[in-house]
């Protein structure tokens, strides 16, 4: 079992940055990929960028490419996401979630947090 817990969501101006925490209990948190995903309101629930358990391979979508970086502190238990030059379309709640892979479907995900939400005001 894993349990996942996010923080550093907030309102920020467009072109801000934000960074997003999401803590991990459990014990295969090291083995595991680590993906965020956000959901806006009346929108599905989309892929954002996903890490391998070592942190040598990452995917992210094409609407964040050169904006966000992802990245994993083993030690810690934690998963990152740094978020620059953030727009408004970028306001969703962003959840972290545990995998088998880095792919940019929900279905290789696991468990899931509760979410951070994330506002970005133009």
């Known amino acids: 079992q894993v349990q996942l817990v996010e923080s550093g969501g907030g309102l920020v101006q467009a072109g801000g940055s934000l960074r997003l925490s999401c803590a991990a209990s459990g014990r295969t948190f090291s083995s595991r990929a680590m993906g965020w995903f956000r959901q806006a309101p009346g929108k599905e629930r989309e892929f954002v960028a996903a890490?391998?358990?070592?942190?040598?391979?990452?995917n992210y979508a094409d609407s964040v490419k050169g904006r966000f970086t992802i990245s994993r502190d083993n030690a810690k238990s934690t998963v990152y996401l740094q978020m620059n030059s953030l727009k408004p379309e970028d306001t969703a709640v962003y959840s972290c979630a545990v995998g088998s892979g880095i792919a940019p479907v929900s279905s290789a995900y696991t468990y899931w947090g509760q979410g951070t939400q994330v506002t970005v005001s133009s």
């Open positions: 890490i391998t358990w070592s942190g040598g391979r990452s």
